[in-house]
């Protein structure tokens, strides 16, 4: 075997490594995460409704804002769609 396949399975072999020793996501951490997006789907769920009532958009927008705090990031609760 010359030089280059050596070295080229040896980088490889290193990215699996790498790979695989990453700290996979422990069961609480995807409990967390399950109900950090069931929050986020109440909380736009939440602002739809806030729009079907006939509330003017910056109503909604900020019961928005106020559901989202602490659980995802930017004023659309982690989410922006095309207006």
Do not use: N, W
């Not at 790498?18 to 109900?35: G, N």
């Amino acid at each position: 075997m010359s030089y280059m396949p050596k070295r080229l399975l040896a980088l490889l072999l290193i990215a699996g490594a790498a790979t695989v020793s990453v700290a996979k996501e422990s069961d609480a951490d995807t409990q967390q995460d399950i109900a950090r997006h069931r929050a986020i789907a109440a909380a736009h769920e939440a602002a739809a409704k806030c729009r079907e009532a006939g509330k003017d958009e910056q109503t909604c927008f900020k019961q928005l804002e106020m559901a989202c705090k602490g659980i995802a990031i930017g004023k659309y609760c982690g989410m922006k769609h095309e207006h």
